[in-house]
């Protein structure tokens, strides 16, 4: 299936802890954010990154 979806990086997530965040916003399902280091060497890059779908995470500024 061929579904449309955009993906962005959340310059929010970049501060001193070295993690990034990349939002895929899909058409027709829920929009998913992975977050992972930014320094991770190519070899570990599939295994140190977390994903969540758009119903499992909020935007920071909404819980501070």
């Known amino acids: 299936m ?3 979806h955009e993906l962005h ?3 929010s997530a970049q501060n ?5 965040a990349i939002i895929e916003e899909y058409d027709n399902e829920a929009d998913e954010c992975t977050i992972f280091p930014s320094d ?3 070899d570990r890059e ?3 990154w ?3 779908k758009a ?3 909020v935007a920071l500024d909404d819980r501070q």
Not at 16 to 20: D, F, I, S
């Open 2 to 4: 061929n579904e449309s």
């Open 9 to 11: 990086e959340d310059e």
């Open 16 to 20: 001193l802890t070295g993690l990034r």
């Open 40 to 42: 991770v060497p190519d």
């Open 46 to 48: 599939t295994t140190t």
């Open 50 to 52: 977390i994903s969540a």
């Open 55 to 57: 119903e499992s995470f």
